[in-house]
């Protein structure tokens, strides 16, 4: 297993769009688990493979509590096939803008259809954190940030501070917060 750097904003590759994955097969499972591991890893509840430059629609979450059993879950192709007309306003994080946070208006409820780990077609009902963090994560499979769901002046104002943050290197991003570095 591997834990992989988190790419952070700005940065074309989290603009990208990604691609479905045509069979969950043991490549796609073994993706999964590094992708689990390494928000895990970065204390993460969501995590989507173009964070990680992988451009395949494979998305992983856990909104467990830290007093609770872990419980990772894995999807491929999500697929939203209904949202509720009702929304809710969530302050959202996100680990490829980290240490920013904007509150993010979206659909209460989605139902979604995806592949599991066994490349089963499934169908489930989101509501609450899962339902905000997995659009969230399904955002990134096309290349969609939190910060394009906010107003064109507090994006302006995140975007900017992290591109200077990575221009005088002051970012802390995982990897240079971490083992791979130095
Ligand atoms: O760790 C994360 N926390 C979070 C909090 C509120 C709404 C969404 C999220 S997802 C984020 C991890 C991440 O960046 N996933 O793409
Ligand atoms: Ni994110």
Known sequence: ??????LVA????????????????????????????TM????GIGLAAPQIGIFK?????????EDEDP??????NPEILWASAETTTREEGCLSLPEHYADVTRPAVVKVRYLDR???IRETDAEGLLAVCLQHEMDHLDGTLFVD?????KRGIILRKLQKAKKTGKIDTH????????
């Open 10 to 37: 700005p940065d074309p590759v989290l603009r990208k769009t990604a691609v479905a994955v045509e069979c969950v097969d043991d490549v796609v499972r073994t993706l999964m688990d590094d992708m689990l591991e």
């Open 118 to 120: 066994e490349n089963e």
């Open 149 to 153: 769901r906010i107003s064109a002046l």
């Open 175 to 182: 990897a240079s917060a971490g083992h791979d570095s130095i």
């Open 1 to 6: 297993m591997t834990v992989h750097q988190i």
């Open 57 to 65: 629609r494979a998305i992983v979450l856990d909104i467990s509590r």
């Open 40 to 43: 895990y890893d970065a204390n």
């Open 71 to 76: 419980a990772p879950i894995t999807m491929a």
